[in-house]
């Protein structure tokens, strides 16, 4: 099993590295860019959060971008929220399929190892690039913070990372139960599915009937505005999280046991 | 001399499609068994199913005294099998790959795969996706071979050779098989089986008939395959 997780992270690494260089990298080009528009900041800020339900949707009318924690939650926020929801998800989506895509299959399960160990060796080699791509991401958006000489709330900044990791966790479960199921990659559909979830957030943020059912979205309890405005975490949209996360890897486990692989 | 092969009733569909029909086998110990019939037959279903790829309808499958379902990591400890298409991880050099299959084993087959290698003319260093079918398949070979296991089974793994590979091919097989293996030759050349099997069986509309002789002229071989297209 230890064979097979080395094997997965040694093939992993190149699109771990790109992954998280590019959005790590235009997160602290972000932050950098704070420093450039900060003499302008206040009053757009005030014009930002007067926009009604766009300031909500994007936080705004909590938080003013004109201090860095603000512009971080907004700017940042968005980008590592969607980036690291599409690594995740185009990482676990291939995981297992890309086995029989690649008709590597016939190769491997002729060696001798069960199918739940070369689950659990790849969902595991998943959950190491997810908490890699986070650490490698978080320490260049500090590096950015040093370089302008300010700070940012260490305590709002550690939930932020950690509530995107567990989302990003949630979502690479759903696209690994779908990975079980075919045999062929779905790139598409997993970053479909992180293009959906995000929006159901920005949507319920604006739509108030909707208000009552964020929690069901992975990016509920990760929203950078909310974190960085100290609101509390939602335990119960992590808790859905995580239940979500459970039921789709065991998912994963029984149907690639159950069901017949292609050549 | 034991069943090495030990397949009782198999039955497997997929959906509505036809797979194989209430097949029975047994390959004694030592044997070289010809698998012969057309595309299409159940050859490779019945290869998949022993292999643990596929999930069985019904049946039993014994493999060196083993249930295949309970027993399936011990016996795939003393199984080789080339598959009829040669795939492995494009991005990975030719000897990680020949060594990663004897690390997911967990034991060091260095000096057989060097011998094997030396005697097929394996280039290790060249990367997988930069080689031929018949170049991957010989990496398959090394794989299938250099933990010296008790069973092989090759499905068609001369397609794509050159005749002097070939040779060598069939001269290990015959080598493993002096010391004790027995070997399962899924194939479609006539000569393979008269050459080098001891036995065999043909594949029909997913049903098992035995030969009662290995030794076949052309024109029973190819009525096989005639049979098959009319039906």
């Given at each position: ?8 992270m ?20 972000c ?16 014009a ?44 676990a ?121 964020l ?49 | ?88 991880y ?34 290790t ?48 097989i ?23 099997c ?9 049903r ?24």
């Amino acid at each position: 099993m230890r064979t097979i997780f080395c094997k997965e992270m040694k093939l992993n690494i190149k699109s771990l590295l790109i992954w998280s260089l590019t959005v790590g990298g235009l997160g602290l080009i972000c932050v950098l860019m704070y420093q450039s528009m900060e003499g302008d900041m206040q009053e757009m800020a005030d014009a930002f959060s007067n926009m009604g339900a766009f300031s909500d949707a994007f936080g705004m009318s909590t938080l003013s971008i004109a201090t860095l924690a603000g512009f971080f939650a907004t700017e940042v926020g968005t980008v590592h929220g969607l980036g690291s929801g599409m690594f995740a998800a185009v990482i676990a989506i291939a995981i297992l399929s890309k086995e029989e895509e690649g008709h590597t299959g016939e190769f491997l399960f002729s060696l001798p190892v069960s199918r739940t160990k070369v689950i659990a060796a790849k969902g595991i080699s998943v959950l190491i690039a997810l908490v890699a791509f986070t650490v490698i991401c978080g320490i260049m958006y500090l590096i950015g913070v040093a370089m302008l000489g300010e700070t940012i709330p260490n305590e709002e900044f550690i939930r932020f990372m950690a509530g995107q990791l567990l989302m990003n966790i949630e979502v690479a479960s759903v696209c690994f139960a779908i990975s079980s199921i075919s045999g062929k990659n779905r790139m598409g559909l997993g970053i479909g599915i992180v293009m959906v979830m995000y929006f159901y957030d920005v949507v319920g943020r604006v739509v108030p009937d909707l208000k009552d059912y964020l929690f069901i979205g992975p990016y509920s309890y990760a929203n950078a505005s909310e974190i960085f405005s100290g609101a509390e975490t939602d335990g119960k949209a992590v808790a859905v999280g995580v239940i979500i996360a459970v039921v789709c890897v065991i998912y994963a486990f029984w149907e690639y046991n159950r069901r017949d692989l292609a050549g | 001399m034991a069943n090495v092969i030990e397949i009782n009733n198999l039955t497997k569909n997929y959906g509505k499609n036809r797979g194989v029909i209430d097949v029975s086998l047994e390959v004694k110990e030592g044997d070289i068994f010809g698998f012969i019939g057309p595309n299409g037959a159940g050859k490779s279903t019945t290869i998949r199913s022993m292999l643990g790829f596929l999930k069985i309808d019904s049946g039993s499958i014994r493999l060196l005294g083993m249930d295949s379902v309970r027993d399936h990591e011990k016996i795939l400890e003393n199984v080789g099998y080339m598959p009829s298409e040669a795939w492995f991880y494009g991005s990975m050099k030719v000897t990680d790959v020949i060594r990663y299959a004897a690390d997911v084993r967990g034991i060091d087959c260095s000096e057989e795969a060097a011998r094997i290698c030396e005697r097929l003319k394996v280039n290790t260093d060249k990367r997988i996706k930069e080689l031929s079918l018949g170049n991957r398949k010989k990496v398959s070979i090394v794989c299938a071979m250099q933990h010296k296991p008790k069973l092989f089974i090759f499905d068609e793994p001369t397609s794509g050779l050159d005749p002097l590979v070939q040779k060598s091919f069939f001269e290990l097989i015959n080598e493993y098989v002096d010391q004790g293996a027995t070997c399962l030759l899924s194939t479609h050349v006539l000569s393979e089986v008269n050459k080098y099997c001891r036995s065999a069986a043909i594949m029909r509309e997913g049903r098992l008939t035995m030969l009662e002789s290995s030794d076949i002229d052309d024109d029973t071989f190819l009525s096989f395959y005639e049979d098959q297209e009319e039906a």
